[in-house]
């Protein structure tokens, strides 16, 4: 399983979302998969990936959390919660998606 995390320098969730994922790893029973980062820094780097704001969760190269529009722009993402908007998903989304599409 390869997951990693998409995102860009000024993304204020980034961080916070890297935590949860590895969080979730864990409790999903996935916690000897190491998560990758991948800054992107350009549109075209935007453009290579599955890419869809800030930070976009990969798992063997699809978004975790299909639906979203495939962007090149450098810009922040915002997930449904059951909180409502946020700019990252929670602990139990994240776990919940990769016990989904996880192999």
Known sequence: MKIELLHIAECPSWIEAGHRVTAAL?????????LRYRLIRTEEDAAEVPFAGSPTITLNGKDLFPGADPSADLACRV?????GLAGLPTIDQIRNAILTHGN
């Open 79 to 83: 997930y449904a919660t059951p909180e």
């Open 26 to 34: 864990r409790e999903a029973g996935y916690e000897a998969t190491e």
